[in-house]
């Protein structure tokens, strides 16, 4: 069973295009974090989220936690080809500081 | 923002043979440390939490004495592949936890077994 369902797990756009990724859970995070990992490297954190309805930017992304804390979206505004990379979505889970992660999404942006 | 290093960042070894990661935080201490495995298009599935001084705690459906991982200091824990088979042919990635449980990870050790 996965705790955190990513969609889509496929996208292939063209540059300019707008985009949303979901992460959703039955469970309540205390926080999300979302990350972007390029091929052959570790994933980098972009963002965390831990107030539930908040609103994060950071440039052309948008990150959004629902307001039960079940749930996030990652929207990206007029996608560049740098954009391209694996975004994954990460919570908290039991004690001990574990994260579990999404299935992830690759994104490719075609110029 | 802290670093964490891995290294070898490639190996590729004999099957039957055995593999030691190195994963190290650079300018600061962690107490805990995770090891994940990557395949392919998917995601990062955790396989243990090290302990700096005890022993990792193993997920579950990790085989513990072929993954064996000591964390023998506050900044560095390794992996070692115990008779790699070319079915653990993967990434693995740590992350190292600093004392505001903000997570860092490194930047992933391809592993070919051949």
Redesign the interface.
Same mark, same amino acid.
């Given at each position: 069973t996965q705790l955190l369902e990513q969609s889509p797990q496929f996208l292939s756009i063209q540059e300019g295009e707008n985009l949303t990724v979901y992460c959703n859970s039955s469970s309540v995070f205390s926080s999300l974090q979302w990350y972007r990992q390029e091929p052959g490297e570790g994933p980098v954190l972009l963002v965390t989220v831990v107030t539930g309805g908040e609103v994060k930017k950071l440039k052309r992304l948008t990150f959004q936690f629902g307001d039960a804390r079940k749930d996030s979206s990652l929207h990206i505004t007029a996608a560049q080809p740098g954009d391209t990379g694996l975004y994954l979505c990460a919570g908290p889970y039991n004690q001990g500081g574990k994260l579990i992660f999404g299935q992830g999404t690759e994104l490719s942006v075609k110029p | 923002g802290a670093v964490?290093s $891995?290294h070898p960042s490639r190996v590729i070894c004999k099957s039957g043979t055995s593999v030691k990661i190195e994963c190290r935080s650079l300018d600061f201490q962690a107490t805990?440390m995770?090891w994940y495995r990557q395949f392919p298009? $998917?995601?990062?599935?955790?396989m243990a *939490?090290s302990n700096e001084g005890s022993k990792a *705690?193993y997920e579950q459906g990790v085989e513990k004495d072929k993954f064996l991982i000591n964390h023998a200091s506050l900044t560095l824990s390794t992996l070692t592949v115990t008779s790699a088979h070319p079915e653990d042919s993967s990434?693995y990635?740590c992350?190292a !936890?600093d004392n505001h449980?903000e $997570?860092f990870?490194?930047?992933?050790t !391809?592993l070919t077994v051949l």
């Open positions: - | 964490v $891995q805990t995770f298009k $998917q995601s990062l599935m955790l *939490t *705690t990434f990635i992350s !936890r449980n $997570q990870f490194g930047p992933g !391809r």
